[in-house]
């Protein structure tokens, strides 16, 4: 089968109708933005296709925003509401902040998908089904009486029906090692080839991709890339997709970009984190959705000298992370929030020991399980005060998937030049979520570099050298990190209360109050080194200002954007560190007539800056397992504009 | 009482053959040693600035006396020395070793050991615990110690009560006991603790007394020697919530007739001469002690093997004794070699950097960053 696009990639619309010698093709009518969701049965490659569409936008130098959603179950049963898993892509010639409130296309390959997907599509959006699925007993699996294909029920869409799984098999019919089950199976492929047309996206570097994936199996191989090429003819050859359109690569900072997971960048400014600190990098883990790719991922870096140890449970995660930052090594342990709360005890240990450590808390739905897969932020209160005891924990948030990668070397130098536990909190749409990112230079990023305590540093109550554990940086209040293996620096730490200084067992009712208030002081410290809090606030004169942390940065700022599109004046803010704050929070949140804070919890945020700053916060609280839309949050804005 | 471990001799090897004789590394091979002409330290270079503050009376301060005399035998740098414990009595021993030391939280030392000992090979890394803090509230993190066969050494100090709690049944306190929380007698199971290490694939199980410094000695030694994870079982007597727990073995009049010595290579024997007897496998399986004249007739004598894979002889060992005290087994049950897990973590690191060429810098972080799919806007 000739293929009318170029072996360079990108198909040039010329090629397309010139190649081509039975359909004369409109040139791709130009988009500025598109969301596309792709929906089917957890078993239909749904995530994959997502993936390799993804790839191939990246490619091309839109901008992107991706948000996976898949059930807890690996495999509920086939055709089944719950067994619904979608992938939606949002890409765009300018920058993308979020992945998109709803679909300008729903690719639904089962009736499951139609009716999980279909409230969020506009009327007259695009729809496109595999009516080879739309089977009497498929129907009847999901509750619809008639076809929705038939009964009229569609007709405010744009409706696609295509026999995907039909065409597919049919366009494999020559590969006779193939049961039909295989060749169903390339249905995605096919599905991946089309809206490939649809969107002229090249197809070269899934045909790598799948060159890896399919290499030892070479039918399968071909079978995949046929279907992909057999979708994209079907699109070109087909009357029924009357236009395909383009979206032209939006205006970034130049540099080489790369498209990236939260999960992958998190991971990734671990390493680089402790490359800049010169430290060993250990991970001490049990798995849990949605941190495990952290593990995953850390435990392919043995090149990198990444030791990753898969511990027996949540509390021996930790644990493992707290011995090896005893022994002088970066520990760090992953998790999500059922896990946070298992290793409490030991963040409290890590506090009062005063060693580095890095905790991962990629946030779910809560409380108890939840929701394993989905999105949540209610673990905010949890990281600040989830402890016995006073135990101040500075806590870092990502507010993308790339910014992980930021947001986790800064993470690495709070706990390595402060001798404390951090925790960084993602979540689960960040972790699995992805976009473009500008590629760091490593010798730009900060240097991290650690001593070690190599000298006793006072003397004992005879006047002969000592060590004193807890003896501090004027500056920054820190501990000295004196590791097993220095000579003359052997010392006793635990969690029982240690004397100022000697770090001996102390009850003494005045130095309990004094240690106290030392390691509220360090991590209060900790503050003169980050950044002010910024302000985006271009009329100047917004009373509404909205701030938020963590994921709901892009939704926010597209929210803002879309009410100073419409005349509207709003201000927004959003904050990296939590604990602490910017030194200037006080002076910004008292500074707006109104302050709105939304979140994906129960307005954690709003809670601390009212009692913080005695500043009426106005909560926009909102746990529905779901990225905010840009649309709630325009509503929000103006209804807390209208009333300021 | 009969040493457990055999003559080792550094002179042949430069470093000390494992017990058995195999070619495995010493359990303390990678860990940086005192210069030999240097000075010798001695028990008070290992005592901390501390004061002890245990019961009087307490069998802690034996095995602190004890262990205290011991570590300089090992020949090591004591910087590189490091005791980590949970919480109970036994717990605060690191305090008063001056290595470095860390006292954790309840049940999690082993844990953290583990962390530490995979990070840094050059430390000898031990662990102190409780009954408690061991098999109660830390279980878990003791049996997979075991499994991964870690690289270190645990004391754990067997007094069968809660202590510093002031009194309530342990999980290896007698069913029936009657205690602050449990007023009319324990319902609970107790745990044997060398059954469960057994039971665990551990392959160091050995099982010593507080006030028999000779034999604790002894086996701290092959403890220290063994590369793997060792579990020593310490009974140790609380003289304040249940004193008297060991007096049946411990009565100099009552001992011999209850202990059993056990010696790799040599039968299971109990008793002293004229009325010493020796342990047979009878018909149908079971083990009894029978007069060693009568042994022959009797069935199979059995000869301990602590080196054996199988495990199962010396499981069944660790059950000759019931609550009564009556045939306590003594000694090392256990001693095999299996490659450790913290070797095996960093064998595959050392063996993917040697393939990489070295350690990794700023460019290979930054084709690891960059991937296999990147685009450049101008």
């Known amino acids: 089968m000739a293929l009318p696009w170029s072996a360079a990639g990108y198909p040039a619309t010329s090629e397309v109708t010139m190649t081509n010698d039975t359909v004369t093709r409109p040139a791709p009518t130009r988009l500025r933005r598109v969301v596309i969701r792709f929906a089917g049965d957890s078993g239909d490659g749904m995530q994959l296709t997502g993936d390799r569409f993804t790839a191939e936008t990246a490619g091309v130098g839109n901008d992107l925003s991706t948000l996976p959603n898949f059930p807890a179950e690996i495999r509920a049963p086939q055709g089944t509401l719950p067994g619904v898993s979608s992938f939606q892509l949002h890409f765009a010639d300018h920058d993308v902040l979020t992945p998109g409130d709803a679909p300008d296309v729903l690719v639904a390959m089962n009736p499951a998908a139609l009716k999980a997907n279909l409230a969020d599509l506009p009327r007259g959006a695009t729809l496109i089904v595999d009516t080879d699925e739309f089977s009497a007993r498929n129907l009847a699996k999901v509750g619809y009486a008639a076809s929705p294909l038939t009964d009229g029920s569609l007709d405010s869409w744009h409706l696609h029906p295509v026999p995907l799984t039909s065409i597919t098999v049919e366009a494999l019919a020559g590969f006779e090692t193939l049961s039909r089950k295989d060749k169903e199976r390339a249905k995605n492929m096919f599905a991946f080839g089309l809206l490939s047309w649809m969107y002229s996206r090249p197809m070269e570097t899934t045909k790598a991709f799948l060159q890896s994936k399919f290499g030892a199996k070479p039918d399968i191989l071909a079978a995949n890339i046929a279907a992909m090429e057999a979708g994209w003819s079907y699109g070109e050859t087909t009357e029924s997709f009357a236009t395909a359109y383009e979206v032209a690569p939006a205006p970034m900072p130049s540099g080489t970009y790369r498209n990236i997971t939260g999960n992958t960048a998190l991971a990734y400014g671990l390493v680089a984190g402790a490359h800049r600190a010169g430290l060993r990098l250990v991970l001490g883990s049990y798995p849990i959705t949605p941190a495990s790719d952290i593990l995953h991922t850390l435990s392919g870096l043995k090149r990198f000298g990444v030791m990753t140890l898969q511990a027996e449970d ?74 016995n005891g006073e135990a101040p ?62 000298e006793r540093n006072g003397v004992d109550e005879s006047g002969r050298p000592a060590f004193h554990p807890y003896a501090r940086d004027p500056k920054t209040l820190a501990r000295p990190w004196a590791v097993p293996g ?101 002076d910004i949140v008292r500074g707006y007539r109104r302050v709105l804070v939304p979140e994906m919890n129960g307005g954690h945020l709003a809670l601390l800056l009212r009692a913080r700053f005695l500043i009426d916060a106005q909560s926009y609280a909102r746990v529905r397992g779901l990225p905010f839309t840009t649309g709630e949050l325009v509503d929000a804005i103006l209804a807390t504009t209208e009333s300021a | 009482m009969s040493l457990t471990t055999q003559p080792r001799s550094r002179r042949e090897t430069g470093v000390d053959p494992s017990p058995l004789g195999m070619p495995l590394p010493h359990g303390l091979a990678s860990v940086p040693r005192l210069d030999p002409d240097g000075p010798a330290p001695t028990r008070k270079d290992y005592a901390s600035d501390q004061e002890v503050r245990w019961c009087p009376g307490c069998g802690d301060y034996i095995i602190l ?58 430390l000898s890394v031990w662990v102190v615990t409780g009954d408690g803090d061991a098999l109660s509230i830390g279980g878990n993190h003791l049996i997979h110690a075991l499994r991964r066969n870690v690289n270190l050494t645990i004391l754990l100090f067997n007094n069968r009560i809660y202590g510093l709690t002031k009194g309530q049944y342990s999980p290896t306190s007698e069913q029936g006991k009657i205690t602050k929380s449990s007023p009319v007698g324990s319902v609970d199971t107790p745990f044997n603790p060398v059954s469960l290490a057994l039971g665990a694939e551990a392959t160091f199980v050995a099982r010593s007394l507080d006030n028999d410094r000779a034999h604790l000695g002894e086996i701290l030694k092959a403890a220290a020697a063994h590369r793997g994870t060792a579990l020593v079982e310490i009974y140790q007597n609380c003289p304040i919530f249940n004193d008297g727990a060991f007096d049946a073995i411990k009565d100099r009049d009552q001992q011999a007739a209850r202990l059993v010595h056990l010696v790799h290579g040599e039968p299971v024997r109990i008793g002293a001469e004229p009325s010493r007897q020796v342990l047979v496998r009878v018909a149908d399986g079971a083990l009894r002690f029978v007069a060693e004249a009568e042994a022959a007739g009797a069935g199979e004598v059995v000869v301990h093997d602590a080196h054996a894979d199988d495990p199962s002889q010396q499981f069944a060992l660790s059950r000759l004794d019931g609550a009564g005290m ?53």
């Open chain 1, 314 to 387: 949540e509390i021996a995660g930790i644990g493992i992370a707290l011995g090896a930052s005893f022994g002088g090594a970066l520990g760090v342990t992953s998790t999500s929030g059922p896990g946070l709360a298992l290793k409490a005890e030991t963040i409290g240990l890590a506090v009062s020991l005063e060693l580095p450590l890095v905790i991962i808390d990629v946030q779910r739905g809560g409380p108890s399980t939840g929701l394993p897969t989905k999105t949540e932020q209610a673990d905010l209160l949890q990281a600040m005060f989830g402890r």
């Open chain 1, 393 to 454: 924990v500075p806590i870092v948030a990502p507010r993308s998937p790339a910014d992980c990668f930021d947001a986790a070397i800064e993470a690495v130098r709070i706990a390595t030049a402060y001798r404390t536990p951090v925790v960084v909190l993602s979540d689960g749409y960040l972790a699995n979520g992805s976009e473009p990112w500008n590629l760091p230079d490593i010798a730009a990023l900060p240097d991290l570099t650690v001593e070690f305590a190599t």
């Open chain 1, 486 to 586: 220095t000579a003359g620096l052997e010392h006793r730490i635990g969690g029982i209360e240690k004397a100022d200084i000697t770090g001996n067992i102390s009850y003494d009712p005045d130095n309990h109050q004094r240690m106290t208030d030392l390691r509220q002081a360090k991590v209060d410290g900790i503050a003169s080194t980050i950044a002010p809090l910024a302000v985006d606030d271009p009329s100047g004169d917004a009373d509404v200002l909205v701030i938020g942390w963590g994921s709901t940065y892009g939704p926010i700022a597209a929210a803002a954007r879309e009410v100073r599109a419409g005349g509207g004046r709003v201000a927004t803010a959003h904050l990296r560190h939590l604990a602490p704050f910017p030194a200037n929070t006080g």
């Open chain 2, 65 to 122: 006396n004890t262990v205290q005399a011991f570590l300089p035998a090992l020949g090591l740098r004591k910087e590189n020395i490091v005791f980590v414990s949970g919480i109970g009595c036994s717990s605060r021993f690191p305090y008063y070793l001056d290595t470095f030391g860390m006292h954790s939280i309840h049940g999690r030392a082993p844990a953290i050991a583990t962390g530490l000992a995979t990070a840094r090979p050059d």
């Open chain 2, 326 to 378: 009556t045939q306590v087994p003594m000694g090392i049950f256990r001693q095999v070699e299996r490659p450790t897990y913290d070797d095996g973590v960093r064998a595959q690191i050392d063996a993917a950097v040697t393939t990489a060429g070295g350690p990794a810098d700023d460019a290979d972080l930054h084709a690891l960053l960059a991937g296999k799919d990147t685009w450049t806007v101008e």
